[in-house]
């Protein structure tokens, strides 16, 4: 039996992402209303009027923070990369910026005036809210194996750009130290539990910051997970945000019961779906997302690109994909002077070729095949939106895609077939189509290529182990 590496990164961009854009829709709305109305899949509309899977500054952000670490980490690289997110709407699910707290704003101001980046947060009590902590999750990455006065001391630089007060550093300090120990495989009450110990010593250990410890009690000497609901708050405080994901975390099962409570606690709901999700896609891992969630994220082959650049893709294999699709339309009946919805009609299923690559990746790469691919013959007809009664036409910007692979055959040693599942998903709709596709590969060397690069089929495998 061989024990599988997990692609911390996929779980934790998407398990931030996934969290985010089922909040977006409902930010602000308070916990009553959605206790009455509660959020149960991706929504759309909301205060800022986003489609289905779009994504807030607490993503584009963690994107930022990626990218600048697969890059080779820099602050000041990192500093350019939040003013181009403001600026040029760089890293956005719609190429605006919609949402932005007032201390990351500023901070961002002070970066463009030329102030140096651990210089620019903000310092007082009061810019204490959670736009340094939405962020952070993906220094973790650059943290497993330092000392924890070494991973405090990049905690604290990377917070200080937007969020430099000692109680968002520590805040961020704390979330990271329970990550890390997520992803060394620990049980999430033994994290707590650890935490408790290591993190009260170590700032105790530094005067500094001890005074801040009382900031911290319901985490560091009570049971978080024991108290109601109602004495969980979910507003933009950075203490708040903090105590809501643990406790989202620990009186859950699931990614998805995790963040879905977390954003039904109301309030800030993108960054409290975000920053939970995070924890839950590092705890439960990319395949334990509900896949109609994934396929409605935007910009998905950007994300899947910055994934795979960090795991050092290792070949492109150009190969023909032919997809079979299903049209359908509804018949509707005439009765008493009105028209009614008849049942619906079903024709066979269709072939369409596509030209497309499949990327593979190293051994890190677990679930890494992405696939791009371009579709200028793509029917415009076919697609039957049933409750408009009327066609949606499908073009380059109205598509979203996700791909399971089930099986790859060998044809020989230079040709390769593909066969899984496509799930569809039209922008702004809550429509998610299935499809069977089929990619044959034609290349020199196509079987040792795809025999030394990690290639699982995520829908059939136990993400701790699989035989050989």
């Known amino acids: 039996m061989n024990t599988i590496k997990r692609n911390y990164l996929k779980n934790l961009l998407y398990g931030v992402s996934v969290g985010d854009a089922l909040g977006v829709p409902v930010e602000f709305e308070n916990r009553e209303y959605l206790t009455e109305n509660p959020v149960t899949k991706m929504t759309l509309g909301g205060v800022h009027d986003q489609g289905i899977g779009v994504w807030s500054d607490d993503s584009s952000l963690t994107f930022c923070l990626a990218e600048s670490i697969i890059e080779g980490y820099d602050i000041h690289n990192l500093a350019n990369k939040f003013i181009k997110w403001k600026n040029e709407g760089y890293w956005t699910a719609t190429g605006e910026v919609f949402d932005i707290g007032n201390t990351t704003r500023q901070s961002i101001m002070n970066l463009s005036k030329g102030v140096q980046p651990t210089l620019a947060g903000g310092l007082d009590e009061i810019d204490n809210g959670n736009g340094s902590l939405m962020r952070i999750l993906p220094l973790v990455i650059l943290l497993k194996d330092l000392p924890i006065k070494k991973r405090f001391d990049l905690v604290k630089e990377v917070s200080s750009i937007t969020h430099a007060h000692n109680r968002s550093i520590i805040a961020c300090f704390y979330y990271l130290e329970f990550a890390l120990q997520l992803m060394e495989g620990k049980d999430k009450f ?111 082959n950007e994300i899947n690109k910055l994934i795979h650049s960090y795991h050092q893709q290792v070949n492109s294999l150009l190969g023909k994909m032919t997809v079979y699709y299903k049209i359908t339309t509804r018949d509707f009946i005439e009765e008493n002077g009105d028209f009614i919805d008849g049942s619906a009609v079903i024709f066979d299923s ?90 044959l590969i034609q290349q020199d060397n196509c079987q040792e290529i795809i025999l030394n690069s990690t290639i699982i089929p995520f829908c059939h495998f136990e993400e701790e182990e699989l035989e050989e």
């Open 350 to 439: 269709l072939p369409h070729k596509l030209d497309a690559v499949l990327h593979l990746t190293n051994e890190d790469g677990v679930n890494s095949i992405s696939l791009n691919f371009n579709y200028p013959n793509y029917p415009n007809e076919g697609f039957v939106s049933c409750e408009l009664e009327s066609e949606i036409t499908c073009s380059n910007e109205t598509f979203n895609f996700l791909f399971d692979f089930n099986e790859f055959i060998f044809i020989n040693e230079n040709e390769a077939l593909l066969k899984g599942t496509l799930a569809v998903n039209l922008f702004d709709s809550e429509e998610v189509d299935n499809f069977k596709y089929e990619l």
């Open 190 to 300: 033994d994290i707590y539990e650890n935490l408790k110990k290591s993190v009260s010593e170590f700032l105790i250990s530094n005067e500094i910051y001890s005074n801040e410890l009382i900031h911290f009690d319901r985490l560091l000497n009570g049971n978080i997970y024991e108290l109601e609901e109602e004495l969980i708050q979910s507003g933009g405080y950075v203490i708040q945000t903090l105590e809501a994901s643990i406790w989202c975390l620990l009186t859950s099962d699931s990614y998805e019961e995790a963040v879905l409570k977390a954003v039904n606690l109301g309030g800030d709901t993108d960054t409290t779906g975000a920053v939970t999700g995070g924890l839950a896609g590092l705890m439960y891992g990319f395949k334990s997302m509900p896949k109609l969630w994934v396929a409605s994220i935007r910009k998905i």
